[in-house]
């Protein structure tokens, strides 16, 4: 699995465009082949940072989501942004849950 996250800034008089922009283009990446998982997200004490992150099954999928049409449209959202875009791609080679905390919790 592969974490793509993706932080913007923008400018508080285009962060309504800017939002609603994400919002639109967010919808048609959660159906891409190989998304598990996408979503913006805004936090309250950076009213004006937009993040996005996505799942991606394989590395694959993640070097067809790059190569779309339809990412490039993100990459103009980032040229909009106030400062250079924080992108990152987190490879995850294990996923574990409640399994992980049993584990440690028997441990002693």
Not at 14 to 42: D, F, H, K, Y
Not at 68 to 95: A, C, N, Q, W
Request: with cysteine; charged share 25%.
């Amino acid at each position: 699995m592969i974490i793509e996250n993706l932080r913007i800034v923008v400018r508080p008089a285009t962060r309504e465009q800017i939002r609603r922009a994400l919002t639109a283009w967010v919808g048609p990446t959660r159906v891409e082949s190989g998304c598990m998982n996408c979503r913006i997200l805004q936090e309250d004490n950076e009213p004006h940072s937009f993040y996005y992150t996505a799942q991606w099954k394989t590395p694959e999928d993640l070097m067809r989501h790059l190569r779309s049409e339809h990412y490039k449209r993100l990459l103009v959202l980032m040229d909009l942004g106030e400062e250079p875009p924080i992108v990152e791609f987190h490879t995850v080679t294990e996923t574990r849950g409640l399994d992980l905390i049993q584990q440690a919790r028997n441990a002693f």
